[in-house]
Nanobody, 123 residues
Framework: QVQLVESGGGLVQPGDSLKLSCEIS????????VGWFRQAPGKEREFVAS???????RYADSVKDRFTVSRSNLKNSGYLQMNSLKPEVTAVYFC?????????????????WGQGTQVTVSS
């Protein structure tokens, strides 16, 4: 089992950028896929982006061309660069990890989760 800690959230204005980080401990990240999900008040947790252990990426249609997911096995960390932020992306953002070589995009496929970091986009 791995432990995950997100950071980098905050309050920003529309059009701003944020970079979320997910520090992973307990295992070497090289064997794990990393995913990013978000949950807005009253809504279910939804997929945002993921990166496999071989650096293959997947994105939700709503964030393509604005968000970039990446990883650093050297730093045992995953990242989510978010640009051109809009108010509708306001949510708690969670990183997740699981062992395996595929690209994973659903909540049930991940078995390790961070506590989440709040992202609020408001003018």
């Amino acid at each position: 089992q791995v432990q995950l800690v997100e950071s980098g959230g905050g309050l920003v204005q529309p059009g701003d950028s944020l970079k979320l980080s997910c520090e992973i401990s307990g295992r070497a990240l090289s064997s794990y896929a990393v995913g990013w999900f978000r949950q807005a008040p009253g809504k279910e947790r939804e997929f945002v982006a993921s990166v496999s252990r071989s650096a293959v990426t997947r994105y939700a249609d709503s964030v393509k061309d604005r968000f970039t997911v990446s990883r650093s096995n050297l730093k045992n960390s995953g990242y989510l660069q978010m640009n051109s932020l809009k108010p509708e992306v306001t949510a708690v953002y969670f990183c997740a990890a699981r062992a395996g070589g595929l690209v994973y995009t659903t909540v049930r496929e991940f078995n390790s989760w961070g506590q989440g970091t709040q992202v609020t986009v408001s003018s």
